[in-house]
Structure formats: structure tokens, C-alpha cells
């Protein structure tokens, strides 16, 4: 949430509603916090830059097997099936990205990867396949952002 509340005023000039879920399960992970705090920044930010106007962004955190996941899902610029790895490495933005004018140098994307697997975890993305919408010239889809995490047994 302390990262989420850095970027409030992106979310509410695009008219965005940030939806995070209420956990009831008990979800602990072992990672480093300042390191964590780079990488979610970095996501966080990609979400705000990317999303669509006037949608939703719903956050949920669960247990999955030896892994917490803090899940992302949300209509945002259309990444296409050959990115959703490379918009990880350093140096690339989406081709749809760089075709409007709001790619960056393609670092934060690469920095948040290698953070995260220095903290045992990963991110990945899941553009859902026949959820494209345009608006005002400009292709959308449902993507879901997935950060794992080495979960930590309550005791």
C-alpha cells in the first residue's frame, strides 16, 4: 500500500479504482523489504503508466503452494504473445508501447525481475487471449501480473 499511495494521483487522473482484495487467509513471504519496495515500484508503475482510463485495477494476494502470490489483473495496453518475456529484459518496451510514445528505456521492468529473483520469487505477466477492446485508437486487453514469493509457515 505504501507504494500504491505514490502513485494516486496517476491512478485518479485516469480515473482508475484501485481494488485490492481482503485477504482472509494469512499470507507471509520471506523476501527483503527494500529490495521488494524497488521492484513493486517498478511494476506499480508500469501499472499506472499502462492501464486502461476508466477501468479497475484489482490486486489479490493468496497461497499457492510454497509460493505467496500478489496478483495484478487489469485492462492495460495489448502485450503481445511473443513480449510477455522479453518486456522483462533490459532495454525493450511493448511494440504497442514504443508505437504511441509512452515506452521508457525498458529498465524497470528488467530491474523488478532481477530484484525479485534475488529475493527467490519472479513476475510474470498473462495477457488473456480474445479480451482486446479499443479506445480512441488504441488497443487494450485484460493482462494479469503475477509476483511470487518464497512463503513463510506460520509456526
Not at 25 to 40: G, K, P, R
Not at 50 to 78: A, H, Q, R, W
Not at 83 to 104: H, N, P, Q
Not at 127 to 147: A, D, H, L, W
Amino acid at each position: 500500500m505504501n507504494i500504491f499511495y505514490l502513485f494516486f494521483p496517476d491512478f485518479t487522473d485516469k480515473d482508475v479504482r484501485v481494488q485490492v482484495g481482503d485477504n482472509r487467509n494469512q499470507c507471509l513471504a520471506y523476501f527483503d523489504y527494500e529490495s521488494f519496495h524497488v521492484a513493486i515500484y517498478h511494476v506499480i508503475e508500469n501499472a499506472a503508466k499502462y492501464i486502461k482510463p476508466k477501468t479497475n485495477l484489482s490486486v489479490g494476494i493468496e497461497n499457492v503452494g510454497g509460493f505467496v502470490e500478489i496478483i495484478m489483473d487489469m485492462i492495460s495496453l495489448e502485450i503481445k504473445e511473443n513480449e510477455t518475456d522479453r518486456i522483462f529484459e533490459e532495454g525493450v518496451s511493448g511494440e504497442l508501447a514504443g508505437r504511441i510514445g509512452k515506452s521508457g528505456d525498458g529498465i524497470g521492468m528488467s530491474r523488478a525481475k532481477k530484484i525479485l529473483e534475488l529475493n527467490s520469487g519472479s513476475v510474470s505477466v498473462k495477457p488473456q487471449s480474445g479480451t482486446i477492446e479499443e479506445c480512441m485508437g488504441i488497443k487494450y486487453q485484460r493482462n494479469v501480473f503475477t509476483i511470487k514469493l518464497p512463503k513463510r509457515e506460520l509456526v
